[in-house]
């Protein structure tokens, strides 16, 4: 089923910016170009996820992330998605869906999980299984690089933060994946078997706390939370709660980066052989590939509160959703912000993380990740091609794939 509405030549009110087919079908860009232009605090009416406003500039969704007091990403008011958490029989209560105090406290306590020297600490692993995989890789071979390449790295990555079972990290890949369905999370005939897949996720981490509560402390982030003061107040739904924020948040963000790296590649040939040739441009190419994909479309706030937004009133308990994939294409920030430039000047002010004080905390890791990622495929001149269109992930919140087949060109 295609869209039901040409964004460019319908009625504005006609607008569902959450329809998923806008992100299927990569319509996405004019909607929102024309939602900035000519409705950039906009009111949907219609949908599956209606009624909700959509902010669309950059500027107004920094405004709104500045006023966490007005603009709530409590769970309780309805959470951090289109889609209402007050609908879903499941809660697991967790940092990102919480306000300030008690956000702010439990924030603490992970953070010190992603300092400079914890990078530095978790960068010899990561590499030498970034390492490892990149030479398994087979050449000249067809294969899909979401599953050999941007899953694996990514739950190795987490599986090293945690200390998770090495054998089961794969069920990382499958909880992250329905956790952040917002689509089968809304239709009925999916509820259910989400439902289950997610309880089967609280039983397994309930296991996992148990066998760490009495063990001796160690530097992985599971001991950091069991033996910290804050979080072992904690009742073990919200322990759970954030344990899935950590596994879901860093999961499918970073993997849809990877193949992110994959599509520009192909689309920008030039951009890649720039870093070819100067190195020391990574980390910016590492900020403009996270602008460019924007993992994450949206997040959502609501309205605690009457107040005004870009000249709209918007009145307590409305839905507000901050679609930061159009932020990160808004011609007042980013000059040509279609184009991949991995030296573009301002790639870092990319909202891909959020901004204020919910802005990702794992930033820094899924940073490393990726640089590390382009240093090895980089040191052993990698080439990767697709050879088919990805197939995309059908949702307004995940903007990521589900497969990208691909050949790494002999050399
Ligand atoms: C928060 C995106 C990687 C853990 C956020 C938010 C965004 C985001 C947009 C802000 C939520 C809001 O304002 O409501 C991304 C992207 C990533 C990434 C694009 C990769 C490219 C990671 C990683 C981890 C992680 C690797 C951890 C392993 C979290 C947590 C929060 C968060 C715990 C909640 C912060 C808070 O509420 O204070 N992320 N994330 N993320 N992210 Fe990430």
Same mark, same amino acid.
């Not at 979401?146 to 054998?167: G, H, K, Y």
């Not at 279609?338 to 899924?366: K, M």
């Not at 307004?396 to 691909?406: C, L, N, R, T, W």
């Given at each position: 089923?295609?869209?039901?509405?040409?964004?460019?030549?319908?009625?504005?009110?006609?607008?569902?910016?959450?329809?998923?087919?806008?992100?299927?079908?990569?319509?996405?860009?004019?909607?929102?170009?024309?939602?900035?232009?000519?409705?950039?605090?906009?009111?949907?009416?219609?949908?599956?996820?209606?009624?909700?406003?959509?902010?669309?500039?950059?500027?107004?969704?920094?405004?709104?992330?500045?006023?966490?007091?007005?603009?709530?990403?409590?769970?309780?008011?309805?959470?951090?998605?289109?889609?209402?958490?007050?609908?879903?029989?499941?809660?697991?209560?967790?940092?990102?869906?919480?306000?300030?105090?008690?956000?702010?406290?439990?924030?603490?306590?992970?953070?010190?999980?992603?300092?400079?020297?914890?990078?530095?600490?978790?960068?010899?692993?990561?590499?030498?299984?970034?390492?490892?995989?990149?030479?398994?890789?087979?050449?000249?071979?067809?294969?899909?690089?979401?599953?050999?390449?941007?899953?694996?790295?990514?739950?190795?990555?987490?599986?090293?933060?945690?200390?998770?079972?090495?054998?089961?990290?794969?069920?990382?890949?499958?909880?992250?994946?329905?956790?952040?369905?917002?689509?089968?999370?809304?239709?009925?005939?999916?509820?259910?078997?989400?439902? %289950?897949?997610?309880? #089967?996720?609280? @039983?397994?981490?309930?296991? $996992?706390?148990?066998? +760490?509560?009495?063990? /001796?402390? &160690?530097?992985?982030?599971?001991?950091?939370?069991?033996?910290?003061?804050?979080?072992?107040?904690?009742?073990?739904?919200?322990?759970?709660?954030?344990?899935?924020?950590?596994?879901?948040?860093?999961?499918?963000?970073?993997?849809?980066?990877?193949?992110?790296?994959? %599509?520009?590649?192909? #689309?920008?040939? @030039?951009?890649?052989?720039? $870093?070819?040739?100067? +190195?020391?441009?990574? /980390?910016? &190419?590492?900020?403009?590939?996270?602008?460019?994909?924007?993992?994450?479309?949206?997040?959502?706030?609501?309205?605690?509160?009457?107040?005004?937004?870009?000249?709209?009133?918007?009145?307590?308990?409305?839905?507000?959703?901050?679609?930061?994939?159009?932020?990160?294409?808004?011609?007042?920030?980013?000059?040509?912000?279609?184009?991949?430039?991995?030296?573009?000047?301002?790639?870092?002010?990319?909202?891909?993380?959020?901004?204020?004080?919910?802005?990702?905390?794992?930033?820094?890791?899924?940073?490393?990740?990726?640089?590390?990622?382009?240093?090895?495929?980089?040191?052993?001149?990698?080439?990767?091609?697709?050879?088919?269109?990805?197939?995309?992930?059908?949702?307004?919140?995940?903007?990521?794939?589900?497969?990208?087949?691909?050949?790494?060109?002999?050399?």
């Amino acid at each position: 089923m295609a869209t039901k509405v040409a964004a460019d030549t319908c009625d504005l009110a006609a607008i569902d910016p959450a329809d998923y087919h806008y992100f299927t079908e990569q319509t996405w860009p004019a909607m929102f170009a024309r939602l900035r232009a000519e409705d950039p605090v906009h009111y949907c009416t219609e949908g599956l996820f209606a009624p909700y406003w959509s902010v669309t500039r950059y500027k107004d969704i920094v405004h709104v992330e500045a006023l966490p007091d007005i603009y709530s990403s409590s769970w309780e008011y309805g959470g951090i998605t289109v889609l209402d958490a007050l609908d879903q029989e499941l809660k697991f209560p967790m940092f990102i869906a919480m306000d300030r105090p008690q956000h702010s406290a439990e924030r603490r306590v992970v953070a010190p999980a992603f300092t400079p020297s914890e990078m530095q600490r978790l960068a010899g692993p990561i590499r030498a299984r970034t390492a490892a995989l990149l030479e398994g890789l087979p050449v000249g071979e067809t294969f899909d690089w979401v599953d050999r390449v941007s899953i694996e790295l990514t739950t190795q990555m987490l599986a090293i933060l945690f200390d998770f079972p090495w054998e089961d990290r794969r069920l990382l890949t499958k909880w992250s994946d329905w956790a952040g369905d917002v689509q089968a999370a809304a239709d009925p005939a999916m509820r259910e078997e989400r439902t %289950r897949i997610l309880y #089967e996720m609280g @039983a397994y981490f309930h296991g $996992l706390w148990q066998a +760490r509560l009495n063990a /001796p402390p &160690a530097p992985d982030l599971l001991s950091m939370m069991i033996h910290s003061e804050a979080l072992s107040k904690m009742d073990e739904q919200e322990f759970i709660g954030n344990l899935v924020l950590l596994i879901v948040g860093g999961n499918d963000t970073t993997r849809n980066s990877m193949t992110g790296l994959v %599509r520009v590649m192909n #689309e920008f040939p @030039a951009e890649w052989e720039k $870093l070819k040739a100067d +190195r020391s441009l990574i /980390p910016n &190419a590492v900020s403009e590939l996270i602008r460019w994909q924007t993992p994450l479309a949206h997040m959502r706030r609501t309205a605690k509160e009457d107040t005004e937004l870009g000249g709209k009133t918007i009145h307590k308990g409305d839905k507000v959703v901050m679609w930061y994939i159009s932020a990160n294409r808004d011609t007042e920030v980013f000059e040509n912000p279609n184009r991949v430039d991995f030296s573009r000047e301002n790639a870092r002010r990319h909202l891909s993380f959020g901004y204020g004080i919910h802005r990702c905390v794992g930033a820094r890791l899924a940073e490393l990740q990726l640089a590390i990622l382009l240093e090895e495929m980089l040191a052993r001149g990698m080439d990767v091609e697709a050879v088919a269109q990805p197939q995309r992930v059908p949702s307004p919140f995940i903007h990521g794939y589900k497969e990208q087949m691909v050949q790494i060109a002999k050399s």
